[in-house]
């Protein structure tokens, strides 16, 4: 079934409900990284429809229509815990891990000697891989993963923009008062005053609680622009600012989160070109999305938006067998020849012998309603990876609802299990989905919020008689057991 909804600028765009597909129009979308593409694919022109497949924030914050960052508080006790959640984070991440969170902020300048979220992932990879990768993207011994991988104008990197989602939402940072008589910040620009972009709306839910102030401000703490001199994954310096006081981060809406959309992108593009390290790839990602709150720019929602952005584009990449076959499959090996060129060894050896991507960015401190998001190895990877698919909210959309893997979704596992046919890995990633209810659980019964890729792609699973398969567990090594 086709049901026709305006699109940009007046023009048609197709949403395949019965298919769970949600695709832009090809006329109304000019996609990032492809318009001076030398070669064209299906897919350049079929990006995921952001505003349909997050219809259901308006549950819980309904715009005013204008892109003014006012609206109506549709649920409180979201939004709240929305609120709660992101002081939290801001005022419990370690120093280190606000030095990361500047750093994941950061895209790459026009003359090169910067970098950005497809280069910061690096860490996912180890300490001998993540260095060498690192290297290869700067020095040009990558040119193919480059220019896919990139959050400024790669293929797959910056396939979507979250422009059109955010005006949309319209939704107001945690950062901006609530108070719009509050005094401005010296520095800031003029069009970023609070009796100018302010979160009024939130006021009211806001007032009485711990985590905001006697007007109902929100206490976030601003981190001061630094210089990164460490040169981990740049020869040059480089300056960090979060951008609080300008004009694009003010004014601009927080659902989706545009970072942790490009941190998706990226962090799924490497996952699916080196699966072996999948789960630590996706773990660091979410990470990145994370830190977007460390800086107080962005709430749990948006960042869980961000992800299911970053999900539904590559899923769309990967399903464009052209694509896949011209640009995703020479990058992978173009990576795998580089590794194994670089460390003498196998990946699989070189894996082995490395130490393990971790993180720690609370201190060992617990998240109210959840845990430290401590990673210390794959398994924990994989559980910090499914805390942050959900941050603890509670389930208040329907239950028990039957596996609904979107369309192409299973195309993501096409390198995590290349004997596995599609509905095999249909069935992976149903088996391995999250509950139904949460939040952003809510598109015509066909939900990306539910997708655990990290525990799919870290899945031991059984072939079964008759090609059924069974997951038999996950956070540890993928792998196919065939029944004899």
Partial sequence: ????????????????????????????????????????????????????????????????????????????????????????????????????????????????????????????????????????????????????????????????????????????????????????????????????????????????????????NLKI???????????????????????????????????????TTTAYEAGITLATLLPELAPEILARASEAGNNRIVLGVHYPLDIMGGRIDGEAALAARWSDKTYRTKVLEPARQELLSYFTKTTGTSLATAIKHQKAYTSNPYGGRKMPGGTAQVVTDRKSAVKVYRERMTYGFARSGARNQKASVPTGAENLLITTFPTLTAAQRVSVLAQTRIASGYPLDSVQGCSWERLNLAAATSATVRLERHGKVSVVSTGGTAKVLRRH
Wanted: aromatic fraction near 6%; include cysteine; charged fraction near 15%.
């Fill in 1 to 216: 079934m086709t049901i026709k909804t305006p699109g940009p600028r007046g023009l048609p765009r197709a949403r395949r409900v019965g298919a769970c597909v949600l695709l832009a129009a090809s006329l109304a979308v000019a996609v990032p990284g492809t318009a001076h593409a030398a070669t064209s694919y299906p897919s350049d022109t079929t990006p995921p429809d952001l505003v349909s497949l997050l219809s259901g924030y308006t549950s819980y914050w309904a715009s005013s229509g204008v892109n003014d960052l006012h609206g109506t508080v549709k649920n409180a006790t979201v939004l709240q815990r929305d609120d709660a959640l992101t002081v939290w984070i801001n005022q419990n991440a370690t120093k280190q891990q606000q030095f990361k969170a500047l750093q994941d902020a950061e895209y790459q300048t026009t003359d090169g000697t910067a970098y950005d979220q497809s280069v910061t992932v690096s860490t996912a990879l180890g300490s001998v891989l993540g260095p060498l990768y690192v290297k290869g993207r700067t020095s040009g011994a990558l040119p193919l993963t480059s220019a896919l991988i990139n959050s400024s104008n790669g293929t797959s990197g910056a396939y979507v923009s979250t422009g059109t989602a955010k005006a949309a939402f319209s939704h107001p940072r945690p950062y901006l008062p609530s108070d719009a008589s509050a005094a401005a910040v010296a520095g800031d620009s003029a069009d970023c005053a609070p009796s100018k972009v302010n979160g009024s709306s939130q006021q009211t839910i806001r007032l009485g609680k711990s985590y905001a102030d006697a007007k109902g």
């Fill in 221 to 259: 703490s601003r981190l001061a622009p630094v210089t990164d001199t460490t040169h981990q994954f740049s020869p040059a310096d480089v300056t960090l600012d979060p951008g609080y006081g300008t004009v694009g981060i003010c004014t601009g809406g927080s659902f989706p989160s545009g970072h």
